[in-house]
């Protein structure tokens, strides 16, 4: 996109990724962005070209499926490979035959084309799943990964719960909210090792939020349990357990590696727990307790 199309543009800073979406028309994001956005001049990380849906041509021509990610009752995102590119068909999540954005990433992974329809003049890109996609493409480039997780920071330690679906994520993030806590977010947080220490960052979700972070101190995989229990997890174990809970599209070796590794060297560091709960505010209580991590390495600069 050269310099006399570059009409509109809009910063972004989430998680520490600066992404700079750049459009011939306005960028109108949905209103869980609004709080992310930055102003000023910024070097972007993840640049981002922004065209409406007609002007695609045939950029699905000669792409090879690779992934696609689907629940069992919902189609999200079909990727494709072509060359070092990498192409992306989002399904419209109300009408799931219908494709509402094209992507493009270049084989650096930090350059993106979007194509989006337009509605009343304006474009929204990185209406959902496509905002969540670029985000976990972007952790791919920097030592970071996006999770299924909650969490919570109590203003002296960052606890992340993670676990299966209908585990009680938001359930158990809400009890340590009720009790004067902060809540990071509830579903979906991304994980950053800076300066040698670890943090967890709040995403934009369908309601507006302010940017939050807190330093990353605990891992609880959980589950329901007729009564609290914490069990330390070590060793592949913890690696596995939380690994399990990212968000992957493990189709190419180098994404599965950038994860193992991440979490391999995260376990060094943070201690992992199975933490069985009682779904009211003694678990808050029984935490707080057990919160002697035992014997983990700590990295320097940490409490």
């Not at 969490?151 to 938001?170: E, I, N, Q």
């Amino acid at each position: 996109m050269n310099e006399t199309n570059r009409k509109h543009t809009l910063t972004l800073n989430i998680a520490g990724f600066v992404i700079q979406l750049r459009a011939e028309v306005v960028i109108k994001p949905e209103a869980g962005y609004r709080n992310f956005i930055v102003s000023g001049e910024h070097e972007p990380d993840i640049l981002v070209e922004c065209r409406r849906m007609m002007d695609n041509g045939n950029v699905m021509e000669g792409a090879v499926p690779v992934f696609s990610s689907a629940s069992a009752t919902q189609k999200f995102y079909d990727v494709y490979r072509r060359n070092d590119e990498l192409l992306f068909a989002i399904h419209d999540q109300q009408h799931e035959s219908r494709i509402q954005q094209y992507a493009l990433l270049d084989g650096s992974m930090k350059h993106w084309t979007i194509w989006s329809a337009e509605k009343e003049g304006t474009l929204d890109p990185l209406a959902y799943p496509m905002g969540p996609v670029l985000l976990h493409y972007a952790c791919l480039t920097a030592d970071a990964v996006m999770m299924h997780a909650s969490g919570v920071f109590d203003g002296t330690t960052g606890r992340l719960f993670s676990g299966f679906s209908g585990a009680g994520k938001s359930t158990i993030s809400n009890l340590w909210k009720q009790r004067g806590n902060q809540l990071i977010n509830d579903d979906r947080l991304i994980i950053r090792r800076e300066d040698n220490r670890y943090f967890i960052h709040n995403t934009p979700m369908f309601y507006r939020d302010e940017q939050k972070n807190a330093p990353l101190d605990a891992v609880y995989l959980i589950h329901h349990a007729p009564e609290n229990i914490l069990t330390p997890v070590t060793g592949a174990a913890a690696v596995t357990g939380i690994m399990a809970f990212s968000i992957q599209n493990n189709y190419d070796p180098r994404f599965v590696q950038h994860h193992l590794d991440f979490f391999t060297e995260m376990c060094v560091h943070i201690p992992v727990y199975r933490l069985g709960f009682v779904p009211d505010e003694s678990v808050v209580d029984f935490c707080t307790r057990s919160s002697g991590f035992g014997p983990f390495d700590r990295l320097p600069g940490k409490r």
